[in-house]
T-cell receptor, first 112, second 113 residues
Framework: KQEVTQIPAALSVPEGENLVLNCSFTDSAIYNLQWFRQDPGKGLTSLLLIQSSQREQTSGRLNASLDKSSGRSTLYIAASQPGDSATYLCAVPYTNAGKSTFGDGTTLTVKP | GAGVSQSPRYKVAKRGQDVALRCDPISGHVSLFWYQQALGQGPEFLTYFQNEAQLDKSGLPSDRFFAERPEGSVSTLKIQRTQQEDSAVYLC???????????FGPGTRLTVL
């Protein structure tokens, strides 16, 4: 059974810092990995999707990397802003059908 | 539509009542997923549809939970005889025919008193 772990559970940084969020998974035979953002009381917003054949994806100030052999993905956020404050979740689908296992998320607070 | 929509956004039920939660996926999305999210945790898979076919219901916690998607678009998650442990946010997601990126709705927060 796939297990997904995100460490740390919570992170607080001053505005402007670069930071890294971690996601680890136990079964390296993944199809892809998706990073989401969740604001309080809201649904999930897709940030980045990395296919299993890729090593990284970039969108604006966000960069996600994937190392299947070690069962790890990282989400790098450059020049953090207070608006980046949210919970960040990673998800790994069981198969190409998309049914996913999620981590419990990292709650990020960026202080002005 | 522009995105996945869910209704109602909030539902309060007395223990023992039946509830029905609705999901409208993005137009043209073949796959539809239901997840349950407890406070402070990541979403947990409940069930999955491809068009009108329910291909996987292994995550449904009990036979009180039932989901349907009769015409391959709108889906309804029904919970019979609700219990306090059913209190959670119920999230719906859909994905395009290539089955990769999932798009989530805002969720329905269910509170069972």
């Amino acid at each position: 059974k796939q297990e997904v772990t995100q460490i740390p559970a919570a992170l607080s940084v001053p505005e402007g810092e670069n930071l890294v969020l971690n996601c680890s998974f136990t079964d390296s035979a993944i199809y892809n990995l998706q990073w989401f953002r969740q604001d309080p009381g809201k649904g999930l917003t897709s940030l980045l999707l990395i296919q299993s054949s890729q090593r990284e994806q970039t969108s604006g100030r966000l960069n996600a990397s994937l190392d299947k052999s070690s069962g790890r993905s990282t989400l790098y956020i450059a020049a953090s802003q207070p608006g980046d404050s949210a919970t960040y979740l990673c998800a790994v689908p069981y198969t190409n059908a998309g049914k996913s296992t999620f981590g419990d998320g990292t709650t990020l607070t960026v202080k002005p | 539509g522009a995105g996945v929509s869910q209704s109602p956004r909030y539902k309060v039920a007395k223990r023992g009542q039946d509830v029905a939660l609705r999901c409208d996926p993005i137009s043209g999305h073949v796959s539809l997923f239901w997840y349950q999210q407890a406070l402070g945790q990541g979403p947990e898979f409940l069930t999955y549809f491809q068009n009108e076919a329910q291909l996987d219901k292994s995550g449904l916690p009990s036979d009180r939970f039932f989901a349907e998607r009769p015409e391959g678009s709108v889906s309804t998650l029904k919970i019979q005889r609700t219990q306090q442990e059913d209190s959670a946010v119920y999230l719906c997601a859909s994905s395009s025919p290539d089955g990769d990126e999932q798009f989530f709705g805002p969720g329905t927060r269910l509170t069972v008193l």
